[in-house]
């Protein structure tokens, strides 16, 4: 948890950092640099390579903050490219399908039937449809006097398409069939 705050804290630096301070500095070490020909003490000289020494910590500290910055923005690009590619394919999906209420009040995507329809008809959960954006197919599995059952495997909604009940008889008594 604090290994998390120091490095959410980092992160933040890094971000804010701006290249101007590291370039601001190199020019203070050098400008120093230049004057200590002109020094007349070894005091003076001294207190002046002192003070190169101190510029160049802070110019490696930026550096390193530059790195950390860059590196992050690399992580996001490619995080963005991830999103979009994701986008693009479920775009493609989402074209190839349409709202349906196939009962009254119930809702799924049916599967278009176009010239490029390559898949044979069927039926998406509106629930992963709308939520998760996730192609989760409506299986039946079972049928009785209100109508036929389908289920969604993926988050387990249920649905009765009660259009036709009566075309669907009660399940049989024992020793009956239908
Ligand atoms: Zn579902």
């Given at each position: ?79 963005l490219?991830k999103?979009i590619?994701e ?75 009660h ?16």
């Amino acid at each position: 948890m604090r290994l998390n705050v120091l490095k959410s804290k980092e992160k933040e630096n890094a971000m804010a950092f701006d290249p101007a301070t590291l370039f601001a500095s190199a020019k203070t070490a050098y400008d120093i640099a230049k004057g200590i020909s002109a020094l007349n003490t070894d005091v003076e000289r001294n207190q002046a390579v002192s003070k190169i020494l101190e510029v160049l910590l802070s110019v490696q500290n930026d550096a390193l903050l530059m790195k950390e910055k860059h590196s992050l923005f690399l992580t996001e690009i490619d995080n963005l490219k991830k999103k979009i590619s994701e986008f693009e394919k479920w775009s493609e999906i989402e074209s190839q399908y349409d709202l349906k209420e196939i009962a009254a009040g119930v809702f799924v995507y049916a599967y278009k039937k176009t010239d490029k329809a390559i898949e044979p008809s069927h039926w998406l959960c509106a629930k992963c449809f709308n939520t998760d954006k996730k192609k989760s197919i409506f299986q039946r599995f079972s049928h009785n006097s209100h109508g036929v059952h389908y289920k969604c495997h993926t988050c387990g909604s249920e649905i009765v398409d009660h259009s036709n009940p009566k075309h669907y008889p009660t399940p049989p008594s024992p020793g009956g069939f239908f």
